[in-house]
């Protein structure tokens, strides 16, 4: 058995790349929002439920990835200075938001600006940002409170954000982790005393005054660095203001040791299923960077583990679990790339070429997943140096993550991306045949992948809360971006029947927007392979 809340932490270092923050803030944050529930007085299950809800509180935000790429020209800039800005500020939009977006899209300042203005009608990403934290908070196992806790994450206290609820509507573990979130992303940024100040002049508009006025500098003890002002907190208990002239109070802690220090008993545990079931969800949430990629995980997995099997190799399953978490890296690269649909420039493929760098570096965060950080890592190693991030060549693969490449090269061809279409299976084993002849990919791993694809792979059969064949079909459209009208276009039937058809799918499972919609497809296995 294994700390759930251990693999979550090391998880989290995705949601921290995916929303541009420095690494471990997620962690920081989870323990500050623990100690501030506590300091409140609340029950340990509230502490609980901020524990895991602080820590997940960007789970949901590849939901809105492909939209927020497509509008402001970059996902993950938008969600940082989103959270930076005060939105209620125009000042400050204009100040913080607008320059720091446009640098990092390269659109003019006046243009991110008009995007923003127009946008901010718009309640689809928020919307869909909540309800798919929301549905793989329940997918991890982590209760309906955590679930919807992270429902409301884009609520606001006076009732302007989304869901259209106010004050103490909301519960009061997201205004708690609404408070500790806002203290840890400010003090890390500009120092504890800005984040006081922000703190407060927020409360009452985004924030709860009453959790606020609770908010003491010294609940950052230990994670951020405090300097020697007034409001540093003494040697000892938390939360104690001390005389001016002090020493800094230096960052001492290790973020995922304090959160696993602070986390109530009884600890949640999982075994090897429950950790590869945390594995697909988050192979899931990867997926949703883009259209092009709904399934992807999975179905790399499913590929993989078979082939291992097939092989002989005593770890398929740990295999299995490195397909699902391979393309973790993806959410640390901007969601313009991957949707981009014409070539890469050489700056492009640089910051692409990074993303099994990233994974490596999420993964091995936690123990647990050490031996799948490495396998998962070299997904695009290839056995004659060719491939990346490391050139590593045939030598220094595992069989592990021979396998894992050549499945990751059939599902890729299979696969229709953002400037190719998808090629027939006897094409994408004609080329792993051919790769395996020039030396690029193991010749062993190649005819175990190709034998476990079967060549002429039968879709996974439909039938999930009782779609029919065509609203299947409607289904995998609409995952693809298509608008009711292109969907009416491509099935020969009107806009406002593919309506119809779209209306009664999120009736049948339960969702109201796309990217749920996709979470629900990849979880199960509606897609097909291209």
Avoid at 341 to 365: C, F, K, N, V
Wanted: hydrophobic content about 45%; some cysteine; overall charge neutral.
């Amino acid at each position: 058995m294994i700390r759930l809340l251990a693999i979550l932490g090391g998880l989290s270092g995705a949601m921290d790349l995916g929303s541009g923050s420095p690494l471990d803030e997620s962690l920081t944050r989870s323990v500050v929002a623990v100690r501030l529930a506590r300091a409140l007085g609340r029950p340990e299950e509230d502490a609980r439920v901020v524990l895991y809800a602080s820590l997940l509180e960007h789970l949901g935000c590849t939901a809105a990835s492909y939209e927020a790429a497509r509008l402001f020209g970059d996902d993950i800039s938008l969600v940082r200075y989103s959270f930076l800005a005060d939105v209620e500020r125009p000042a400050d939009v204009l100040r913080t938001f607008v320059p720091a977006v446009s640098a990092a899209s390269g659109r003019g300042r006046a243009q991110t600006l008009l995007t923003a203005v127009r946008s901010a009608r718009d309640e689809t990403p928020p919307t869909a940002t909540c309800e798919v934290a929301r549905d793989a908070a329940v997918r991890l196992g982590l209760g309906d409170a955590v679930a919807q806790t992270l429902a409301h994450v884009t609520a606001m206290w006076n009732g302007k954000g989304q869901p259209h609820v106010a004050g103490e509507q909301i519960p009061i573990t997201t205004r708690i982790m609404h408070v500790a979130g806002t203290a840890v992303l400010l003090a890390l940024h500009a120092g504890p005393e800005t984040a006081l100040t922000e703190l407060r002049r927020r409360a009452g508009t985004h924030l709860d005054p009453a959790v606020v006025a609770a908010f003491d500098v010294g609940l950052l003890e230990g994670l951020v660095e405090l300097p020697g002002h007034p409001l540093a907190p003494a040697s000892g208990a938390p939360g104690r203001p001390a005389g001016s002239g002090l020493p800094s109070t230096a960052a001492t802690l290790d973020p995922l040791e304090a959160a696993l220090a602070v986390e109530p008993d009884p600890v949640l545990l999982v075994d090897e299923r429950g950790l590869a079931d945390v594995a697909r969800t988050f192979g899931h949430l990867v997926d949703l960077k883009s259209p092009w990629l709904h399934g992807h995980s999975a179905g790399v997995a499913d590929l993989a583990g078979d082939a291992a099997e097939i092989v002989g190799l005593p770890g398929a399953d740990r295999v299995r679990i490195a397909g699902h978490l391979h393309d973790l890296g993806r959410v640390g690269v901007s969601s313009r790339i991957w949707t981009k649909s014409g070539p890469l420039t050489a700056a492009e493929r640089d910051q692409a070429r990074l993303h099994p760098y990233y994974t490596e570096r999420i993964l091995s965060r936690s123990p647990a997943l050490a031996d799948v950080a490495l396998v998962a890592a070299q997904h695009h190693e290839r056995c004659d140096g060719t491939g990346y991030h490391r050139g590593l060549r045939a030598a220094d693969l595992s069989m592990a993550a021979r396998v894992l490449a050549a499945a990751d090269r059939y599902r890729s061809g299979v696969e229709e991306g953002p400037h190719r279409a998808a090629l027939t299976p006897d094409a994408a084993a004609g080329r792993l045949r051919s790769e395996a002849r020039t030396g690029c990919l193991d010749p062993d791993a190649v005819a175990a992948v190709l034998r476990a694809a079967g060549h002429e792979r039968a879709a996974r059969p439909a039938g999930a809360a009782g779609l029919t064949d065509r609203q299947v079909q409607v289904l995998r459209l609409l995952t693809r971006g298509l608008t009711n009208r292109e969907i009416g276009d491509r099935l020969g039937v009107s806009p406002r029947t593919a309506e119809h058809h779209v209306q009664d799918i999120y009736l049948r499972i339960g969702v109201s927007t796309r990217p749920a919609a996709a979470l629900f497809a990849m979880e199960h296995g509606l897609l097909g392979p291209g």
